[in-house]
């Protein structure tokens, strides 16, 4: 069955450590995101991908980078780990997400929690 | 910028009872979504709303989205306590997505 997958699911690092998050999705998606989650702020978008090669930034994007090198994978690097960046990190893949009359929808992966002392 | 807004953002109910959850949103868009996150776990897509006027049922739950009044619901019908869960909207700008806050659902018996 078709699924995408984090690694790792959880995660402790130290403050100026760079860290890649792992995202996999076996239904070649065109599109990937990633997501922080907090509480009281629901998820917020960090990058996201139409299609290999391509990236762009979303609302929170500071601090973190991505690269698109294949239709399946989207890892995320925080090149100097800060506390604040201490969260639940989310994957997501669509298909078509935003053509007019799509009904795509995202797909999340289970998440990692990301701790930074 | 657009902004989400959900309320209530924690409710509490009783089984059997009807109750409706609120998501407003700040700028023109025609496709909202809807989620729901049990804890410790990922998000589930429970309904994709793309004109004004929409309309979704799945079982006791029934969205609708008003694009004029930048609103769209979730409506509870008879709750159980597997509906208990955390429930997101989320609205879709030119691929960038911005979600709610969140609303923490606990039905009790």
């Known amino acids: 069955d078709a699924e995408i997958t984090q690694s790792p699911r959880h995660k402790i690092t130290e403050t100026g450590r760079q860290v890649t998050l792992a995202c996999h999705q076996t239904?070649?998606?065109?599109?990937m995101f990633w997501y922080r989650q907090d509480l009281g702020h629901g998820l917020r978008l960090i990058h996201y991908s139409y299609g290999v090669h391509d990236t762009n930034k979303g609302e929170v994007s500071d601090g973190y980078s991505v690269s698109r090198s294949n239709t399946e994978d989207l890892p995320l690097t925080l090149e100097s780990a800060a506390s604040s960046q201490t969260s639940v990190y989310f994957c997501?893949?669509?298909?078509?997400?935003?053509?007019?009359?799509?009904?795509?929808?995202?797909?999340f992966g289970p998440g990692t929690r990301l701790t930074v002392l | 910028e657009l902004k989400v807004e959900q309320n209530p953002l924690f409710l509490s109910m009783q089984e059997g009872k009807n109750y409706t959850i609120y998501c407003n949103y700040s700028t023109t868009s025609d496709r909202l979504y809807w989620y729901r996150q049990d804890p410790g776990k990922s998000l589930e897509s429970l309904f994709v709303l793309l004109s004004n006027g929409a309309v979704k049922q799945e079982g006791r739950l029934m969205a609708s989205l008003d694009t004029k009044a930048r609103l769209s619901t979730l409506h509870i019908t008879a709750a159980v306590h597997d509906l208990s869960a955390t429930y997101f909207c989320a609205v879709d700008n030119n691929n960038d997505m911005r979600f709610g806050a969140g609303t923490r659902l606990t039905v009790k018996p």
């Open positions: 239904w070649n998606h065109n599109n």
């Open positions: 997501a893949s669509s298909r078509t997400l935003g053509l007019a009359g799509s009904e795509d929808t995202q797909y």
